[in-house]
């Protein structure tokens, strides 16, 4: 008697995942024909050329472990008529996911806007991303800022100090990862200090004390002065010189 010709089984199909990750089960149907008493070894390569067999999987089923790059697997099917091949089962493995950064760092006055903070984006893993900002007061409690959702971002006027980061997601759930934290440090409100020296002085004569101002408070703590005079509601004008904390008036006045 002649037995039935000797075919491969059908097998599970293709798969893509992300880096390092372990791959669903792979499953081969048995084959048909031949004698029907029939044994399996996977093989597995790199390179869809040259195949290896996998010591012990020698079963219908095998379970890859973790893989970093593009692998190939078929099953060899023999019995008594020889040795068939399965289709091969191609698994292709996106590159490793590598989150980016953002810069930015600056130091603003009170109730400024910062210029745009900027995002640098990912790579690695399917090469589809999806970005969110969020902004914290204390560098600890980072919150999602609603709409901020593009590689960069501009904020509004900071009254202060405030910290940013960017989430960035890969598609096919490849990777969520934080970028570095960049810092908007807010200077103190900047308020004037007060001027003294108010005076009733007769006509031709020169003030008997010396103006004086206290310093002013917050900004970079670093400050000039300048100070102005005006008559009977005139616009104020500079007083050449008169620089300083403190101010005499040199001349008569009227």
């Known amino acids: 008697s002649v037995l039935d010709e000797f075919l491969p089984g059908g097998v599970s199909p293709d798969q893509m995942l992300c880096f390092n990750t372990q791959p669903a089960q792979l499953v081969a149907d048995p084959p ?32 890859p472990g973790l893989l970093t790059t593009n692998t190939y697997y078929q099953l060899n099917q023999t019995c008594i008529c020889g040795t068939v091949t399965t289709a091969v089962i191609t698994i292709d493995v996106h590159p490793d996911y590598n989150v980016g950064s953002i810069s930015g760092d600056q130091t603003i006055c ?9 995002g640098t984006a ?38 202060t100090t405030t910290y940013f980061r960017q989430v960035q997601t890969s598609g096919s759930g490849c990777g969520v990862e934080n970028t570095n934290t ?48 005006s008559t009977a509601g005139a616009p104020f004008t500079a007083i050449g010189g008169a620089t300083t904390l403190d101010y005499s008036e040199p001349n008569n006045l009227f």
């Open 182 to 229: 960049l810092t908007i440090t807010v200077l103190n409100e900047f308020l004037a200090g007060t001027a003294t020296g108010n005076q009733t002085i007769c006509f031709n004569t020169i003030p008997a004390l010396t103006l004086h101002a206290t310093t002013p408070t917050g900004g970079d703590g670093i400050y000039s002065y300048q100070w102005e005079k």
């Open 110 to 118: 009170y109730n400024t806007a910062p210029a745009a903070l900027i």
């Open 32 to 63: 048909t024909g031949g004698d029907g008493i029939y044994t399996y070894q996977w093989q597995s390569s790199t390179d869809n050329v040259t195949f290896t067999d996998i010591t012990g999987a020698t079963a219908l089923t095998y379970q």
């Open 122 to 159: 990912p790579t690695g893993g399917d090469g589809t991303y999806t970005y969110q900002w969020q902004s914290s007061t204390n560098n600890v409690t980072f919150l999602d800022i609603p709409g901020a959702t593009l590689i960069d971002y501009l904020p509004s006027a900071l009254t």
